[in-house]
């Protein structure tokens, strides 16, 4: 005989012969003829099953809520940076949008939606890098990349002729908003 067979007629011995037979044979003995018959009130069995079914929801939702409310904790900290991100970008967007309509509202000469010239596209960009200081929070100018990234973000939104570069747009808008010299100047020597 192989080893399964083996096992199979020793797992029914010990689960089917023994606690199931005399169970069985003590109820064969049992006939229903000799059985006296209940009254018929008696005769319905009432389970309470909603009940169990209410304490075995109970007990399923405890045992959920904390993993769910951990799951949920998970996802929003995985999303809080991208979502942050997004989010500070289109302040910042919005920031320098707001500061660069005021400043061509501001300057004499500015139109909105023409080319500019030099001297007043660097005057625009002053006057946009001097509002978005006075009027923006410390953290969002920061996130801009302080009054120099707001220039360099202004000076790319406005419409320049094509004359117009860093050197001498941009530059000369940082030393009138912010008081700062050219990186590329004229160096003193000893």
Known sequence: ?????????????????????????????????????????????????????????????????????????????????????????????????????????AVAGAVRGRRLTVSVGSAVIARAVQRALDQAPAWLLRAAGGGEGVAEKVFRSLPLEAAATTGNTLEPALERALGLRPAGGARETA
């Open 1 to 105: 005989m192989t080893p399964t067979a083996v096992f199979a007629r020793t797992i029914a011995r010990v689960f089917l012969v023994r606690p199931v037979l005399p169970p069985l044979l003590l109820l064969g003995c049992c006939a229903p003829a000799y059985a006296t018959p209940l009254p018929p009130d008696a005769a319905a069995l009432v389970l309470p099953w909603g009940d169990a079914v209410l304490a075995l929801f109970q007990g399923v939702t405890a045992l959920l809520t904390p993993a769910l409310v951990a799951a949920l904790a998970a996802a929003l900290a995985r999303l809080s940076g991208p979502l942050r991100l997004l989010v500070t970008d289109a302040l910042v967007e919005r920031l320098v949008r707001n500061a660069t309509d005021y400043a061509v509202n």
